[in-house]
């Protein structure tokens, strides 16, 4: 047998797990970049799930090569590349895509060029866009908040005073939502952290949000299955008979599947809305906050906003789960009520065929006993011929009617003993088939 290839992961000459190579570099997957003050980050994240992710691939692919650039493989999920004076990163997940692109700021102090007006294909909707301005701190800080919304402006301390951060989480004119971090004292990678950390948590933030629509969309049939099972468990203490069990374990029963039905289809809403939930705080606790006088912070609004939103979220979840138990335990409860009853019609059915029989097996004998009477009458009457016949042939024979009379018993035993073993012989054929 040939030698196995040594890749470039082993070590020491020993083969390597086909999946080294993928959980080392998962770690470097997504190094932070190397960010100078003033920049500008335009961020957009689409919806891609299935063929939409392929589709996005495969459209990138053609966008860097329209470019002189590379594409991403099959395995790429992240990749950067230079254009228009900038980097324009790609980034596929489970359910989204993202698009950061990165430049010097316009002199007009508008957005600058950028891809996503240079034929970069849309892969799908659009549900994240955030516009990120890394800028010298201002004199007086006041001076570069003058354009966010006072009512929602959080203004906070960032990385361990690196930084002062804000936003009003508002769209502006662009559609972007606006977020301005301006430079205290931060390095090329601490401030590519602190970007990246902010971009994140205004995507999963949004993307967490997605679970209360369908939370609101549920909650009425959650509360009419509710309802429904009030009344049902309530009824059920006035049980009509067997049909009328039947028929609300029918009902439990499509209740039970409605429900399941709506629980499969947003397991995997809720489920993605708690884990994005759990990443936010993640990212607020990482770029280590601190609270400025007469502002309000990131974690104090999210908080504010987006905890309701969740706890929503998961009280539906636990609404379903307990619904569906309580489900179960009145439909396993109807359930034994209908065996019951079906088990005592059957009882009452095996009684009367019980006694159906035992009155045929009388019939039966009854029927032998006239049997052996019958074919006794007509054996002896035989007798009766044969003994007349013999005498008129002029055979000395007893007279015709004393051998009719003798003839009786012998005749009658005979054919009960026939009878009696024919029967003897089929009892002991039902016993050997039922044994």
Request: with cysteine; net charge neutral.
């Amino acid at each position: 047998m040939a030698a196995e290839a040594i890749g470039p992961m082993s070590a020491v000459g020993f083969r390597p797990h086909p999946l080294r190579a993928n959980v080392l570099g998962e770690v470097h997957a997504r190094p932070f970049q190397l960010v100078v003050a003033p920049r500008v980050f335009l961020h957009l994240a689409f919806l891609t799930e299935g063929a939409g992710a392929v589709a996005d691939r495969e459209a990138f692919a053609a966008f860097g090569r329209s470019l002189g650039l590379p594409g991403p493989d099959a395995e790429t999920r992240h990749l950067r590349i230079p254009v228009l004076g900038g980097r324009l990163g790609w980034e596929q997940h489970t359910e989204f895509t993202t698009y950061t692109f990165d430049a010097p700021p316009a002199a007009s102090g508008g957005l600058p060029p950028h891809p996503f007006a240079a034929g970069l294909v849309q892969p799908g909707p659009l549900i994240v866009a955030v516009r990120l301005d890394l800028v010298p701190l201002p004199d007086p800080l006041e001076a570069g908040l003058a354009d966010l919304d006072p009512v929602s402006l959080c203004v906070a301390g960032v990385a361990d005073g690196g930084a002062i951060a804000a936003t009003d989480f508002r769209q502006d004119a662009d559609g972007f939502t606006r977020i301005r971090v301006f430079d205290v004292d931060l390095t090329p990678p601490r401030a590519g952290a602190l970007v990246q950390r902010l971009l994140e948590i205004e995507t999963y933030r949004t993307l967490a949000l997605l679970g209360l629509p369908e939370a609101q969309r549920l909650a009425p049939a959650v509360r009419r299955i509710e309802e429904a099972l009030t009344g049902a468990s309530a009824a059920m203490c006035e049980s009509r008979g067997l049909d009328d069990d039947r028929r609300r374990l029918d009902e439990l029963t499509s209740l039970a599947a409605t429900l399941e039905a709506d629980v499969a289809a947003s397991a995997y809403r809720f489920g993605a809305s708690r884990a994005y939930y759990e990443i936010v705080g993640d990212r607020l606790a990482s770029i280590r906050e601190a609270r400025i006088a007469a502002y309000g912070s990131f974690s104090g609004f999210l908080q504010r906003r987006l905890g309701p939103a969740m706890r929503t979220c998961q009280a539906i979840e636990s609404r379903q789960t307990a619904l569906a138990t309580k489900l179960g335990r009145a439909a396993n409860l109807l359930r034994t009520r209908v065996d019951v009853e079906i088990e005592r019609q059957n009882r009452d059915l095996l009684t009367s065929m019980n006694l159906r029989a035992r009155l045929q097996l009388r019939l039966q004998q009854t029927v032998e006993g006239l049997s052996v009477a019958a074919i006794t009458y007509y054996v002896v009457g035989l007798v009766g011929y044969l003994a007349k016949g013999a005498k008129e042939a002029g055979l000395p024979m007893v007279d015709p009617a004393v051998a009719t009379a003798v003839a009786v018993v012998p005749v009658a035993l005979v054919l009960w003993l026939i009878v009696r073993r024919i029967r003897r012989h089929h009892e002991r054929e039902d016993r050997a088939g039922g044994g």
